[in-house]
């Protein structure tokens, strides 16, 4: 039996995404650009009554802010992850700085961790803690691709290695359950965000 169902929705856009700048914990805004194209969106219907949390970091309560979500709490559990001195690199600069280091890396899946940074399992165990201690029926979080990844990753049984098992669109709500007897769940992928300009 289900105890909470819960969607989990990734910040918009910002600068280093667009320049393909490893993020973690740096602050930075969304693109005036994406605040537009939240602005002309909304949250599903099912998805409005329900209380909603954002991470500590601003771009993700300004994705939250565009789509004209109401009352917002911080939930530092759903930060993203933090991937140390890997901050602000780009990945292939990476691959051909640190090469076989970085592929054994990424091989350990679950326990890949950039140098000084928290690995995808570190990022799970504190969502979990999070669901554990939640008592609310449903809830919704705009949070990051690496809090995402590691609860999916969860809830599917795949290890973090090799290529993903769906295709994630990170414009849209991803929807998982948990119980504390049967853990994680998959409930929806990718419900999309409602258009909220009117039809010609």
């Not at 590691?150 to 290529?163: E, F, L, P, Q």
Request: aromatic share 10%; glycine share 8%.
């Amino acid at each position: 039996m289900i105890k909470t169902r819960f969607a989990l929705l990734r910040h918009g856009v910002t600068q280093w995404n667009a320049e393909k700048r490893i993020q973690g914990r740096t602050d930075i805004s969304i693109t005036p650009e994406t605040v537009a194209w939240y602005q002309k969106h909304k949250l599903p219907e099912d998805w409005c009554q329900v209380p909603w949390f954002t991470s500590p970091l601003s771009r993700t309560r300004e994705t939250a802010d565009a789509l004209g979500i109401g009352s917002i709490a911080p939930a530092s559990p759903f930060i993203e992850m933090n991937w140390g001195m890997w901050e602000g690199e780009k990945l292939p600069d990476l691959r051909t700085r640190l090469g076989e280091q970085l592929r054994e890396n990424e091989d350990r899946g679950w326990d890949f961790r950039p140098d000084k940074g928290e690995s995808p399992r570190d990022v799970l165990e504190r969502a979990t803690a999070f669901l554990r201690g939640c008592d609310l029926p449903s809830f919704g979080v705009v949070t990051h691709k690496g809090v995402i990844r590691s609860v999916y990753a969860a809830a599917r049984g795949w290890n973090m290695m090799g290529k993903i098992p769906d295709k994630l669109d990170w414009q849209c709500l991803q929807v998982f359950g948990w119980s504390e007897m049967s853990g994680l769940s998959i409930e929806a992928l990718n419900v999309p965000l409602i258009s909220s300009e009117p039809e010609l």
